[in-house]
């Protein structure tokens, strides 16, 4: 079993009702746009910020589990950037994290009436998106 495959599998086993996908594909998406725009208000050139450095590694990590998924993180991250950036409000940004963790914990308390991944293995983290877009895409089979 590739290491993909075994993080979407523990990871699938703390999602698996409909109610709390739905609540993680807002809830995820939100957070991500929180963190990117907070992240543009720290400028490492002039034209580079802390999100397009955090993008980058991220999208990195990512191509290393599946190019496919990799590409796609690419896209929506590459779209929460200049979403964030026409925004340009950082207040909104932490407003968006915090609704966010919100949609996810609705999600496990109501519906999946278990803890989160991420409390069992950090690395669920960066998985949570990547499994969102398999789940939507089916890229990857889940056992």
Same mark, same amino acid.
């Given at each position: 079993m590739s290491r993909i495959d075994a993080?979407?599998?523990?990871?699938?086993s703390h999602h698996r009702t409909r109610g709390n996908l739905v609540c993680h594909a807002f809830g995820i998406t939100l957070i991500l746009y929180g963190i990117i725009s907070?992240?543009?208000?720290i400028q490492i050139g002039p034209f580079w910020t802390a999100a397009e450095a955090v993008i980058a590694a991220? #999208? !990195?990590?990512?191509?290393?589990?599946? =190019?496919?998924l990799g590409v796609t993180m %690419? @896209?929506?991250?590459? #779209? !929460?950037?200049?979403?964030a950036?026409? =925004?340009?409000?950082?207040?909104?940004? %932490? @407003?968006?994290?915090? #609704?966010?963790?919100?949609?996810?914990?609705?999600?496990?308390g109501r519906f999946e009436k278990n803890s989160p991944a991420?409390?069992?293995?950090?690395?669920?983290?960066?998985?949570?998106?990547?499994?969102?877009?398999?789940?939507?895409l089916r890229v990857r089979p889940v056992h």
């Open positions: 993080l979407f599998q523990d990871y699938g907070m992240l543009l208000l991220s #999208v !990195l990590y990512y191509l290393t589990l599946s =190019v496919p %690419l @896209v929506e991250l590459a #779209v !929460l950037d200049v979403a950036r026409a =925004v340009g409000n950082w207040k909104v940004g %932490l @407003v968006a994290f915090v #609704v966010g963790w919100i949609f996810q914990g609705i999600g496990h991420f409390l069992q293995n950090i690395v669920h983290l960066m998985v949570g998106p990547l499994f969102l877009w398999n789940e939507l």
